[in-house]
């Protein structure tokens, strides 16, 4: 009898062990990072006027500037100046107008 009972402890705690271990790995599985994916198609196309270095040229992006035009003819001088400080905060116009010569 007492033997019976040793072994069955014996094989309650072994498999406690076993299904502890199953479960740490995966946790341990779960916090891995995984590689990415081998074989990802990659667009080919027209990307701009790319540089060796990988990025884009000056022209190309002088190129994409947009520069909205504006027709002030026949307005006062102090609606133009009303208009042009309202352009003004705003955040690209002030780059662009920081930017020129």
Do not use: C
């Amino acid at each position: 009898m007492e033997q019976v009972a040793v072994a069955k402890s014996n094989y309650h705690s072994s498999s406690y062990d076993h299904a502890r271990a199953e479960m740490l790995s995966d946790v341990d599985r779960a916090w891995e990072l995984q590689p990415p994916a081998l074989g990802l198609d990659v667009p080919t196309g027209d990307f701009g006027a790319a540089t060796p270095g990988g990025g884009i040229s000056i022209s190309a992006k002088l190129d994409n500037i947009i520069i909205p035009r504006v027709a002030l003819e026949q307005t006062s001088l102090q609606e133009a100046l009303d208009f042009l400080r309202v352009y003004e905060a705003l955040p690209y116009i002030r780059e662009i107008v920081n930017r020129l010569p």
